[in-house]
């Protein structure tokens, strides 16, 4: 009967060690896979407030980054999407970040081509829905979704 309680208090400190979920104490890992099609793996993602998120986005595709490149972008609630990516279309030389609506991103991870990954990593902001979305000409209408924070 001790052993089996010494294992379950075992296994409950090193799931608490753990984080379980996909989360690290307060940090939630999240990955997010872009492919040669302009389509992210997922469109919704969900975390709560203050968390230190670490996203990282794989290039599962094997295009260059001149013909298909990657990014992440998070905006700041309230950032009109269309100026937005309108903006982003002239910014070439900055990965397609606009260096004029610096104040609207939350986070952005570097453009990125086939089979590379880059890693960002920030505090999730206050309850709200966000837009996320790939910067690079042609991609941010397929390639964007929600970032829920409860």
């Known amino acids: 009967m001790k052993k089996l309680v010494l294992l379950a208090t075992a296994l409950s400190l090193f799931l608490v060690?753990?984080?379980?979920?996909?989360?690290?104490?307060?940090?939630?890992?999240i990955t997010i896979e872009g492919d040669d099609?302009?389509?992210?793996?997922?469109?919704?993602?969900?975390?709560?407030?203050?968390?230190?998120?670490?996203?990282?986005?794989?290039h599962t595709g094997q295009m260059p980054v001149a013909n298909m490149g990657h990014n992440w972008v998070l905006l700041d609630e309230g950032t009109d999407f269309d100026a937005f990516t309108s903006a982003a279309l002239n910014a070439a030389d900055n990965e397609y970040i606009p260096e004029d609506m610096y104040d609207e991103i939350i986070?952005?991870?570097?453009?990125?081509?086939?089979?590379?990954?880059?890693?960002?990593e920030f505090e999730a902001p206050s309850p709200g829905t966000y837009d996320f979305l790939c910067s690079f000409p042609g991609h941010p209408g397929p390639m964007s979704g929600e970032f829920i924070v409860n």
């Not at 099609?37 to 794989?58: C, H, K, S, Y």
């Not at 990125?112 to 890693?119: A, K, L």
Request: proline share 0%.
């Open 17 to 29: 060690a753990c984080g379980g979920n996909g989360t690290n104490g307060d940090v939630v890992e």
């Open 37 to 58: 099609a302009m389509q992210f793996n997922m469109d919704v993602i969900e975390v709560e407030a203050g968390q230190t998120v670490r996203l990282t986005l794989e």
């Open 107 to 120: 986070a952005y991870t570097d453009l990125i081509g086939g089979g590379e990954t880059s890693t960002v």
